[in-house]
């Protein structure tokens, strides 16, 4: 069994909502929803000045021409949205039949901070406390927290190695504080 990974589909610029559409009604009417999970058009607010003064305020497509897919790529899922009117083609298939490739974390998970589908974790530790590395090569050592990315939610903690202070990244879920 495939896992959940979200892709990318390409579609004609201008016609994402109605892909979107197409795609919710065909993984209704053709009972794909234990199959393909979500479908996204990533949008942000975009606020303009007018020259008369006036703000107007504006949905605009983050990705022009690009539909997102929360989905278990099986064959039968994969033709579904395949054969949807308006698809292109998957982002990351070369075509004749191949599958596409997911989206590494990495990429998807600012994306869907941004659009509010997943939360950022919080993180209690500052800037020269004391943390216990949970995981990894280094657990149970104690470490002094250098620098914090809450962006890539990763946490630059020095250990003591070999006598001096190496730098060592971890993610927020790596370190519990002393």
């Known amino acids: 069994m495939e896992e959940r990974r979200w892709y990318i589909v390409q579609t004609y610029s201008g016609f994402e909502n109605s892909v979107k559409l197409n795609l919710e009604r065909r993984i209704e009417s053709m009972q794909m929803e234990d199959r393909i999970f979500q479908v996204m058009i990533p949008e942000e607010l975009k606020v303009e000045k007018?020259?008369?003064?006036?703000?107007?305020?504006?949905?605009?497509?983050?990705f022009p021409g690009y539909v997102f897919l929360e989905m278990e790529v099986t064959d039968d899922s994969w033709f579904v949205v395949r054969n949807t009117p308006g698809v292109t083609g998957f982002l990351g298939s070369s075509g004749g039949g191949t599958k596409p490739v997911p989206l590494p974390a990495e990429e998807i998970n600012p994306i869907l901070k941004k659009c509010g589908l997943m939360e950022t974790p919080t993180i209690n530790v500052e800037i020269g406390e004391?943390?216990?590395?949970?995981?990894?090569?280094?657990l149970n050592q104690i470490g002094t927290v250098d620098s914090i990315d809450f962006e890539k939610q990763e946490i630059?903690?020095?250990?003591d190695m070999f006598g001096r202070q190496t730098p060592v990244e971890l993610g927020f879920e790596d370190i519990e504080k002393v």
């Open 156 to 159: 630059t903690v020095l250990v």
């Open 50 to 62: 007018k020259a008369d003064g006036t703000i107007k305020e504006k949905m605009v497509k983050t």
């Open 130 to 138: 004391k943390v216990r590395v949970a995981t990894g090569p280094f």
